[in-house]
């Protein structure tokens, strides 16, 4: 893949309207957020996505070119930074690959005399499933599973409709609070996050803004897709279409006529316009790695890989520490991620 999206002008653009500043170097964007709290001061630098490893470039060159672009990124960084972070854009087909990568790393980061490692905590979902949208529709509903192109059918035929919904339709205020009372149940009922509702405004306003004034290969589309029933609404979800990529960023849905599988057919209706509109792969972006039946998002494991996309399996996130502080930031970070995923999951019942 030439660029992924998060190094996109576009996304950058949107996550500087949110709390980061971004630094171009080298061709590759990074994104620095830094935090001010009383005697609290300090600095953390993000590269999401890149560099890009070089066709035929062994592991251990790429890793000490990763270093090489630290000490030219190290200029531009606020000087209390305590490490750049970097989200590997290497893709695994399996998770006997990937892991394999991550348990020699050090070993590769040793000879390439860098001093980057492995972060317990991971900011890109490591792990998805990738439909090649250059398949006709037909055999993009023939990869899927037999339940799933049924679900999609009866969805239809049970009176379930779809409509896209972008910052420039009449009803957009009307069905954002919509898209965000869905997101809140959502929320509730798995005990996952939620930006403020500004934030998935402010996303589609871009999106708007850019389809209107980007040359084509460059435009950003965002869209809010809602599946309703007999007025009332279901499921909704956001995507991101750009020429490489389509990118399933949201997704929620209610609790009520759950057995019209509403689910199905908004991402079908999603997945048809993001062929439409010429991108390459429609990622589900994000999932468990394996069909492990106890891991507590089993379900969501089951719902994106039904559609019969390819597996692709990331190594996560890496930190090169620049400060002698960053030692106390991963324990906070690290204490904090165990309360969230295990504690708090425990207190709620998953």
């Keep these: 893949m030439s660029r992924r999206f998060q190094q996109s002008e576009f996304w950058c653009a949107f ?32 590269v999401p996505l890149a560099p890009e490893k070089g066709e035929g470039e062994s592991e251990e060159s790429y890793i000490a070119r990763i270093g090489d672009f630290t000490k030219s990124l190290k ?9 750049v972070r970097y989200d590997l854009p290497l893709d695994f087909a399996t998770c006997e690959e990937r892991d394999s990568f991550v348990k020699g790393f050090p070993s590769l980061a040793k000879k390439a005399k860098v001093g980057i490692k492995k972060n317990k905590v991971d900011i890109q979902p490591p792990d998805s499933t990738y439909l090649d949208l250059t398949k006709t529709e037909d055999e993009l509903l023939a990869g ?12 239809a035929k049970h009176g379930v409709e ?3 919904v972008t910052a420039d339709s009449a009803d957009f205020e ?3 609070d919509s898209f965000y009372e869905l997101y809140k149940t959502t929320a509730a009922r798995d005990g996952i996050g939620l930006h403020p509702k500004s934030y998935y ?10 389809e209107k004034s980007e040359a084509e290969g460059d435009r950003t589309k965002i869209t809010l897709y809602i599946a309703s029933h007999e007025g009332e609404d279901l499921a909704a979800i956001i995507t991101l279409f750009q020429s490489d990529e389509a990118i399933y960023l949201y997704g929620c849905s209610g609790n009520n006529k759950r057995n019209l599988m509403p689910a199905y057919l908004v991402q079908w209706t999603a997945i048809k316009d993001a062929k439409a509109f010429g991108s390459k792969i429609y990622d589900f972006y994000g999932m468990p790695p394996t069909d492990d039946e106890n891991h507590p998002m089993h ?8 559609f019969g996309g390819a597996h692709v399996h990331r190594p996560g996130s890496f930190d090169l520490p620049l400060s002698s502080m960053y030692a106390f930031y991963t324990l906070a970070e690290n204490l904090r991620a165990f309360w969230h995923k295990k ?5 709620r019942g998953r």
């Excluded at 379900?299 to 039904?306: E, R, S």
């Excluded at 504690?343 to 207190?347: G, T």
Aim: aromatic fraction near 14%.
């Design 343 to 347: 504690v708090m999951k425990k207190i």
């Design 144 to 155: 899927m599973k037999n339940k799933w192109r049924y679900n999609v059918r009866y969805a």
């Design 162 to 164: 779809v409509r896209a």
């Design 75 to 83: 200029t531009f960084l606020p000087k209390n930074t305590l490490c």
């Design 15 to 46: 996550k500087c309207a949110h709390g980061w500043t971004q630094i171009s170097c080298e061709g590759v964007n990074v994104l620095v957020r830094t935090f001010k709290k009383s005697f609290v001061n300090f600095s953390l630098a993000y």
């Design 174 to 176: 009307k069905d954002l």
């Design 201 to 210: 405004r402010d996303l589609l306003e871009r999106g708007a803004k850019s």
């Design 299 to 306: 379900g969501l494991y089951l719902f994106k890989t039904g």
